[in-house]
């Protein structure tokens, strides 16, 4: 039976001032600016839906706080992996990288009993397949906290890919991942937007 839980959201958001017939300044406020509506359900709050789950045991892989044993690390839901013995789990999903790549941002929890040597249990961020962020799931390793982690999706700049989060569970020692709040981040920069008459937008960074 799983022990532990694993929760992943990205959390995007954009937010431009344009006037019409006007060049307008996007300036810097302090946090990078976030492109909006990349990942589908990165928080998980729309329940079972945006994500394909996976997990060798014939189980679900998003819950709600009426099974997770961890408090999300926002709202109610969130995706839990590993949590038994000798199992592949993931969620999956097809997206749009920005064509200046940014940042994939991702909060987890790792919770092992599980001895770290050369067998670990592990986690994974893959994209078209290949492993592009790793997470040692053992003892030594475990948060018992929610954590922000960044992956640099610089590689793979507007380009249309495949997303997956895994973990792959050993027999020895029981290993949980959670993930939660799941975004894509602009890289932080002024952008200057242009209103083209005809009601196009013309955007690039300053």
Request: glycine share 10%; hydrophobic share 40%; proline share 3%.
């Given at each position: 039976?799983?022990?532990?839980?694993?929760?992943?959201?990205l959390?995007?958001?954009?937010?431009l001032?344009?006037?019409?017939?006007q060049?307008v300044l996007?300036?810097?406020?302090g946090?990078?600016?976030?492109?909006?509506?990349?990942?589908?359900?990165g928080?998980f709050?729309?329940?079972r839906?945006?994500?394909?789950e996976?997990?060798?045991?014939?189980w679900?892989?998003?819950y709600?706080?009426?099974?997770?044993?961890?408090?999300?690390?926002?709202?109610?839901?969130?995706?839990?992996?590993?949590?038994?013995d000798?199992?592949?789990?993931?969620?999956?999903q097809?997206?749009?990288?920005?064509?200046?790549?940014?940042?994939?941002?991702y909060?987890y929890?790792?919770s092992s009993t599980?001895?770290?040597?050369?067998?670990d249990?592990?986690?994974e961020v893959?994209i078209d397949?290949?492993?592009v962020?790793?997470l040692?799931?053992?003892?030594?390793?475990?948060?018992?906290?929610w954590?922000?982690?960044?992956?640099?999706?610089?590689a793979?700049?507007?380009?249309t890919?495949?997303?997956?989060?895994?973990?792959a569970?050993?027999?020895e020692?029981?290993?949980?991942?959670f993930?939660?709040?799941?975004?894509?981040?602009?890289?932080?920069?002024?952008?200057?937007?242009?209103?083209?008459?005809g009601?196009?937008?013309?955007?690039a960074?300053d």
């Amino acid at each position: 039976m799983k022990q532990w839980i694993l929760c992943a959201c990205l959390l995007v958001t954009l937010g431009l001032a344009v006037a019409a017939g006007q060049e307008v300044l996007a300036a810097d406020s302090g946090r990078a600016p976030r492109l909006a509506g990349t990942i589908a359900n990165g928080d998980f709050e729309q329940g079972r839906t945006g994500w394909t789950e996976f997990s060798s045991h014939g189980w679900p892989v998003i819950y709600d706080t009426n099974t997770l044993i961890v408090t999300p690390h926002s709202g109610a839901w969130a995706a839990w992996l590993g949590g038994v013995d000798d199992d592949l789990s993931y969620i999956e999903q097809r997206l749009d990288i920005p064509p200046g790549g940014g940042s994939l941002v991702y909060w987890y929890w790792i919770s092992s009993t599980d001895e770290c040597d050369a067998d670990d249990d592990s986690g994974e961020v893959r994209i078209d397949g290949t492993p592009v962020d790793a997470l040692r799931l053992c003892n030594a390793e475990s948060t018992l906290k929610w954590v922000e982690r960044t992956v640099d999706l610089g590689a793979h700049a507007g380009q249309t890919v495949d997303l997956q989060i895994r973990v792959a569970t050993n027999s020895e020692g029981n290993s949980n991942l959670f993930v939660d709040d799941v975004s894509i981040i602009v890289s932080e920069q002024t952008l200057v937007v242009t209103v083209v008459g005809g009601g196009s937008v013309d955007q690039a960074p300053d």
